[in-house]
């Protein structure tokens, strides 16, 4: 009895579902569609007819109602669609004919049905069919079954590559494949293609006025996904195309990008038209990019002794400071801001503060960095150039800080004059002359600040600095070295080298020494790989003992050797095998297990994203970021 019950509750649950089932209308297809169904389904059992001209003419039926619907596909075409129930009749029937015109054009069929079925991974089956058909109409197929092809291709090379099978029949697909792409909006698509099968070369070849911009748009985005040496290649197809097209102002973003002298050069060199030359110019003054140009003599030599004076004083950021001010007047933002504008405590009075309260000293010593960031290179402020004639010194705000407060608040006013060296030297001098050692060392960093990133033809950076390299106190040099190390950032002087290789190699100096001149080689000497001074870190590191590499100043040595190798990690590899197998093993010796991975992480460093440090690139070390290292580095190493 009970399971008869069971079978009543069961049968109305049946019931509903079959009716459900039934509810559910099959796909109508209109009359038209019926008769190309029906024709469809003819033409099939007329290719398996053993008469070839019955077999060619069903495959042109076939073929022209494919091409007739595939140029304007927005989902599968019917005729693929109608066809899909006989995909095994159709692959049955292709081994078992000869080879012939027909044989090819079912094959081309076949290749086209199957990309449009989902089969298994890795069987390639559209590139299997199609290269028993005909290798030389792809086109006909539509876009889409170009680019299903093309992902295939790019698999397939993969695997021969590995097994060193030939790869010319493919070769010969891409070759038909590109000019497509590349004259129908499909620029990435062809520069992926030539990517994979290793071909970017044949790219130039396809570029023209319409689709160039796009095309160079997608090599240097790319650019940074790539492993090396691809990367550098498509930086250098970007840059002949861009100097085959005369988009000179792209060119040399792409050759600033790739940090050759040369390239630079012989872009510049390029531009004839005296307002883009002057453009290019200010360009160059971005990226800080001085010593690249060569105006007297060689490629970028100009004859005009105007236009040379003009393009050096654009070129050399002298006139920075002038127009940044201009733009602050136009703006009208002139108002020096204060530290209060950024702490906004009237938004918490009557609220209980959270924490042990800060003593004096720590927040004037805040106080005198937001008040530096807020007034960068507007050369005003409210604390430190305020005018105390007839007022003790003890008045200046300067003088209500301690030690360090001190060389802070001093090299604060750097920043706040920040490029404007004829404004901002003169009230920087007096301090070089004070009696207080910490605010002489806070005077040599505000001079480096002023001058980094322009350049001046009397050069009062150097003149100032370098006597205070070998001064008794620690502080004041300490101040002297990082000053020459923020003043020539970038710029690869050689009379730094010159003055600070000594402090590095000289065993009797103190590890703080040695430490900051190889942090100011490095900021001088960023990514340019120089021999003599990464062979002057390397003899430092072994040449130091234990208890010295175990500090907090050997990480700075190690800190110099990564920017001397920012972003040129294919140059790095060799170089530590060579000339870093000794230091590296005198580093294990001396178990420090922080100071090496430290190292390998700098010196292997290929982006700009490493630290806070180092959000700027090779040749473009950024004033604002230059205080924080100050800072940021001491809180890493002591970490």
């Known amino acids: 009895m009970a399971v008869a019950k069971e079978e009543q509750k069961a049968a109305p649950d049946k019931q509903k579902q079959d009716g459900k089932k039934k509810q559910e209308p099959e796909e109508e297809l209109s009359d038209e569609d019926l008769e190309l169904k029906k024709n469809i389904e003819l033409m099939v059992e007329r290719v398996c007819d053993p008469d070839a001209a019955v077999v060619k003419t069903a495959l042109d039926c076939i073929t022209k109602e494919i091409h007739s619907t595939t140029s304007s596909m927005t989902a599968v075409p019917k005729p693929l669609k109608f066809l899909r129930p006989h995909l095994d009749t159709l692959i049955a029937t292709l081994e078992g004919m000869p080879a012939g015109a027909n044989r090819q054009l079912l094959a081309d069929v076949l290749s086209l049905l199957t990309s449009t ?163 290019l110019g200010y360009l160059l003054a971005r990226h800080g990019a001085w010593g690249a140009i060569n105006l007297e003599e060689g490629p970028a030599a100009v004859e005009d002794e105007s236009e040379r004076d003009a393009l050096r004083e654009i070129i050399s950021n002298s006139k920075l400071s002038e127009h940044f001010l201009a733009l602050a007047r136009d703006l009208d933002v002139m108002e020096p801001k204060v530290p209060e504008d950024v702490y906004k405590t009237h938004l918490t009075d009557g609220r209980q503060p959270q924490g042990a309260a800060l003593d004096s000293a720590r927040q004037n010593l805040a106080s005198t960095f937001v008040n530096a960031f807020v007034n960068a290179g507007y050369g005003q402020d409210k604390l430190v150039t305020v005018s105390t004639e007839g007022q003790s010194d ?41 009696n207080d050692n910490a605010i002489v060392a806070g005077a040599l960093l505000a001079t480096g600040l002023v001058n980094c990133g322009v350049q001046n033809e009397n050069d009062p950076a150097f003149a100032l600095i370098s006597d205070y390299v070998s001064n008794s106190d620690a502080g004041v040099r300490a101040g002297a070295i990082l000053g020459l190390g923020l003043a020539y950032a970038g710029t690869q002087r050689e009379e730094v080298q010159e003055l600070l290789v000594p402090l590095v190699l000289d065993s009797d100096q103190s590890m703080e020494v040695a430490g900051l001149a190889a942090l100011s080689l490095g900021l001088v000497f960023t990514s340019s ?17 234990e208890a010295e590499l175990s500090g907090v100043w050997a ?9 001397l190798f920012l972003g040129k990690q294919e140059v790095v590899e060799p170089t530590l095998e060579v000339r870093a197998h000794a230091a590296t093993r005198r580093l294990q010796q001396a178990r420090l297990p922080v100071l090496l991975p430290a190292w390998r992480t700098l010196v292997l460093l290929q982006t700009e994203t490493c630290i806070a440090v180092f959000l700027l690139s090779p040749r473009r070390l950024y004033i604002a970021a230059m205080l924080r290292p100050l800072n940021a580095l001491l809180f890493w190493c002591r970490a």
């Not at 069987?123 to 290798?135: A, H």
């Not at 006013?413 to 490029?419: A, C, H, M, P, T």
Request: with cysteine; charged share 25%; proline share 3%.
């Open 117 to 279: 079925v989902a089969g298994k991974e890795g069987e390639r089956e559209g590139l299997r069919y199609k290269l028993q058909g005909n290798t030389s109409d792809l086109e006909t197929w539509g876009h889409e079954y170009m680019r299903h092809l093309a992902g295939e291709i790019a698999e397939e090379y993969k695997v021969r590559h590995e097994q060193e099978q030939p790869v010319d029949e493919l070769l010969h697909l891409v070759a038909q494949i590109v000019p497509y792409h590349m004259t129908h909006n499909a620029e990435p698509e062809a520069v992926d293609l030539l990517l994979e099968v290793d071909q970017l070369g044949q790219l130039e070849q396809h570029v023209d006025d319409k689709n160039y911009a796009r095309t160079c748009l997608y090599l240097v985005s790319c650019c940074a996904y790539l492993p090396e040496p691809e990367d550098t290649q498509v930086l250098q197809l970007a840059h002949r195309v861009y100097m085959a097209q005369h988009k000179y102002h792209d060119a040399l973003r792409v050759a600033l990008r790739l940090n050759e002298p040369a390239t630079i050069e012989s872009t510049f060199a390029a531009c004839s038209d005296v307002l883009e030359r002057r453009q």
């Open 394 to 434: 003890s008045v200046h705000w300067i003088f209500k800080n301690k030690d360090h407060g001190k060389t802070s608040a001093t090299a604060s006013l750097g920043l706040i004059s920040l490029w404007d060296v004829e404004g901002g030297l003169p009230l920087i001098d007096k301090y070089l002359y004070s």
């Open 529 to 545: 790989c120089k021999e003599d001074v990464v062979e002057a870190l390397l003899t430092a590191l072994m040449s130091r003992g």
């Open 555 to 563: 990480k700075f040595l190690v800190l110099g050797l990564g920017l």
